[in-house]
């Protein structure tokens, strides 16, 4: 490991929690001399969960073909389901270890079963289907699909139960964030399924305490990405829907609890939400993998759960909603400092939507894979703000690490106007200060960089691939839609056009517009509609 590889590492670890630094080195010593023993049988006799199939997912397995499709990637076994398969990547292999498919439209029982049995009898020889996030996953979605179809079935039932107790013994204290959010729902699905006093209050305990953590003040999910709010709280209504279906345990307190998390993440979904129903590309986010708000909504309304849009606070995102167009502007720090793998280096960063369409958008992802794609899609270039002499504001790297992160040391909200002041090009001597200033026809962005001497500053706009630009004449640009963009500077700008590829999913682009304007210190855009 080289020295600049070293610094980077030792920049991003000192942000870590100790719990994580001590549970990383625990579990790395006891999994390689004191392997925990296993309770492999379960002690209490199992009565079939009430459940009803609240949300479908899209279809991902044909019995037809033997063929699975995931991350929009398709392939087909051609006897045996080899579920360690790795030619299309980790996140691939874990999709098709998570079991999703279960619940797909067109899922039969005897399908169902089938798929079930050929995981057991391939249990010895199991990967990456026996880390904690898989098996949390895979343990709802056998729970659900059982529960749903009233099956009892004991070689099922001791190895789901054989699963959580791997999952007890190896809970992602180490990683946090969402993580050890889906291990405390799965352990409530767990608790049930099996009547067990040791699972549900280790959930509880694990619910309790990070939902109170990661949930913020204005109900956004604390890694500040849509897709990741909309999986975690499709979960969380689960949840809900679990213990209210069910008279086990009988906790008013606990289900008053999720209920009043679950209002206000809604409440801040219904906000950050478009009126066609999309949701900002932030951080990592892309199309087809969660549920959609109008699906979401329509669960939260078969719980019985209100939700009003609400004012943006803590999460750093404000939202402007006008008659003509919605402006989505992040003036926030990038996410929690000691998980911050799902984030980019995108403070500043803004969409648009003009009568209901797409004008101005963040790229989205298109890979986890650690490799120049996820490094160039979380770098500051791919996003709508300003990048200072080709430096990343936050210092993203090996796909899921970051090091030095911008911080937002000012930012103000008032009557028509949003700024803030971030300080992630310290080492270039100078903060970027940005200011939104808008009204029911136009927008103004304000930029500027107080380093003295000459810099080189790029503002870039990424166009969704169905808007067009159509003449750039000067320092001014038109593109479809009616929209004209005018920039304006003190010094000479420069404007830049260039092709992008825009994520509609998980390895699925699109070639778009982007352009970009170089200038010195000042910029002001003036957006009109």
């Not at 799902?342 to 797409?358: G, M, Q, R």
Request: glycine fraction near 4%; charge should be neutral.
């Amino acid at each position: 490991m080289n020295f600049k590889k070293i610094k980077l590492f030792i920049n991003t670890i000192i942000f870590l929690k100790p719990i994580q630094i001590y549970y990383r080195f625990f579990y790395f010593l006891r999994n390689r001399f004191i392997y925990p023993l296993i309770r492999s049988k379960y002690n209490d006799s199992i009565q079939n969960l009430n459940w009803e199939s609240s949300i479908f997912l899209v279809s991902s397995y044909s019995s037809i073909n033997n063929g699975f499709i995931f991350l929009n990637i398709e392939h087909q076994f051609i006897n045996q389901i080899d579920w360690n398969y790795s030619k299309f990547g980790k996140l691939w292999t874990y999709n098709l270890n998570y079991f999703d498919f279960l619940h797909q439209n067109d899922m039969s029982k005897a399908i169902g079963l089938d798929l079930i049995y050929r995981y057991i009898n391939s249990d010895p020889v199991l990967i990456d289907g026996k880390e904690p996030y898989t098996i949390s996953l895979r343990g709802i979605n056998w729970i659900k699909f059982l529960s749903y179809n009233k099956i009892k079935d004991e070689e099922i039932n001791q190895t789901l139960f054989k699963h959580y107790q791997i999952l007890l013994n190896n809970l992602e204290y180490h990683l946090l964030g969402n993580h050890l959010l889906e291990n405390g729902f799965s352990l409530l699905f767990g608790a049930y399924y099996f009547d067990n006093e040791k699972l549900l209050l280790k959930s509880k305990k694990i619910l309790t305490d990070e939902l109170n953590e990661q949930i913020l003040n204005d109900g956004a999910h604390f890694e500040l990405s849509s897709m990741y709010h909309q999986i975690i709280l499709g979960r969380l209504l689960d949840c809900i829907s679990l213990i209210e279906n069910n008279s086990w345990k009988n906790d008013l307190s606990f289900i008053e609890f999720l209920r009043t998390k679950a209002r206000i993440m809604l409440s801040y979904l219904f906000t950050i939400t478009y009126k066609n129903g999309d949701v900002p590309m932030i951080n990592d986010s892309t199309f087809d993998i969660s549920p959609s708000s109008y699906n979401l909504f329509n669960y939260a309304r078969k719980l019985d759960l209100k939700y009003n849009e609400l004012t943006l606070s803590d999460s750093g995102y404000r939202k402007v909603k006008m008659d003509k167009y919605e402006l989505f502007i992040d003036i926030g720090n990038i996410g929690p400092d000691y998980q911050v793998g799902h984030s980019h280096a995108d403070t500043f960063n803004f969409e648009l939507y003009v009568n209901n369409k797409p004008i101005i958008v963040d790229r989205g992802v298109s890979t986890y894979e650690i490799n120049d794609v996820r490094q160039e899609e979380r770098g500051t270039s791919a996003h709508n703000t300003v990048i200072v002499n080709n430096n990343n504001q936050s210092i993203v790297w090996e796909g899921f690490r970051v090091a030095n992160r911008a911080k937002v040391v000012k930012s103000n909200s008032y009557e028509n106007v949003h700024s803030g002041e971030h300080d992630g090009y310290l080492k270039l001597n100078g903060n970027h200060k940005r200011k939104f200033i808008y009204n029911e026809n136009e927008i103004i962005i304000e930029d500027s960089f107080s380093k003295e001497n000459d810099c080189v500053c790029e503002a870039n706009f990424h166009f969704h691939d169905k808007t067009r630009i159509l003449e750039i004449k000067d320092n001014q640009v038109k593109i479809s839609d009616g929209l004209i963009l005018n920039f304006y500077s003190s010094n000479k700008i420069k404007i830049k056009t260039s092709d992008y590829e825009l994520a509609q999913g998980f390895n699925k682009t699109t070639k778009a517009r982007r352009i970009s304007v170089i200038f010195n210190k000042q910029l002001k855009t003036k957006i009109s509609l």
